[in-house]
């Protein structure tokens, strides 16, 4: 499956969160700066661009929001990871697709019913990341 030109979607408002290339988030640090990040529609590429005065700290958890309803994007299975839908270019099938809060920690999940892969030199097994 190729992994650029799939549909990413907020998991609330059903909002589409790509454009051009790169999804839109509203972020949020741990030290309340504010700012927008524009990720890598890539699953498993770490690049994004933000402001020069927006830093991340490794190691800092970072909150992501839809930039259209505003809602925490926010895992219901665990605290440190994101999660919204992709929608695959190829198959049209709907995934859940999470990325870690972590800044620095590269690790992301792509599941779809008992699918699961997984990404990222940080990534652990699915029992740790939701069934700890």
Do not use: W
């Not at 190829?90 to 699918?115: H, P, V």
């Amino acid at each position: 499956m190729s992994l650029k030109n799939n549909d990413f979607i907020c998991p609330h408002c059903k909002g589409h969160l790509n454009v051009g290339n790169h999804l839109v988030f509203a972020t949020k640090t741990e030290r309340k700066h504010k700012g927008l990040i524009m990720m890598s529609p890539v699953v498993g590429d770490y690049d994004y661009l933000h402001h020069n005065n927006f830093v991340l700290n490794a190691g800092e958890k970072v909150d992501f929001e839809c930039p259209i309803c505003q809602a925490d994007l926010t895992s219901n299975q665990n605290k440190d990871y994101a999660m919204i839908h992709m929608v695959g270019e190829e198959d049209g099938a709907e995934y859940e697709l999470y990325f870690s809060k972590i800044a620095g920690n590269r690790s992301t999940y792509l599941m779809a019913n008992e699918n699961f892969e997984s990404f990222g030199d940080d990534a652990l097994e699915i029992e740790a990341l939701f069934y700890e």
